[in-house]
Nanobody, 122 residues
Framework: QVQLVESGGGLVQAGGSLRLSCAASGRTFSTYNMAWFRQAAGKERQFVAAISRSGAYTPYADSVKGRFSVSRDNAKNTVYLQMNGLKPEDTAVYYC???????????????WGQGTQVTVSS
């Protein structure tokens, strides 16, 4: 079992930055691919970014490439999402997830956090 707790969300103006963190419990963190998804009001949850077990592979959704950066610290059981150049359309609840398989699919992830709200004002 893995428990995930996100933090770092908040209200920011367009063009600003936020850094999300996701702390994982347990001693098996390094065995999981980790990902960030987001869900805007009235929309489906969508892939944002992921990171492989070692951190060597980091795919991104086209909408965030060049603005967001995902990283992990296996010694601290934590994954991060640095978000720069935020836009109003980035407003959503952001979730971290742990799992394996296809990085882009929700079904690949077995464990989810409770989410953290990110709101970008124009």
């Amino acid at each position: 079992q893995v428990q995930l707790v996100e933090s770092g969300g908040g209200l920011v103006q367009a063009g600003g930055s936020l850094r999300l963190s996701c702390a994982a419990s347990g001693r098996t963190f390094s065995t999981y691919n980790m990902a960030w998804f987001r869900q805007a009001a009235g929309k489906e949850r969508q892939f944002v970014a992921a990171i492989s077990r070692s951190g060597a592979y980091t795919p991104y959704a086209d909408s965030v490439k060049g603005r967001f950066s995902v990283s992990r610290d296996n010694a601290k059981n934590t994954v991060y999402l640095q978000m720069n150049g935020l836009k109003p359309e980035d407003t959503a609840v952001y979730y971290c997830a742990a799992g394996g398989g296809d990085y882009f699919k929700r079904e690949s992830y077995d464990y989810w956090g409770q989410g953290t709200q990110v709101t970008v004002s124009s």
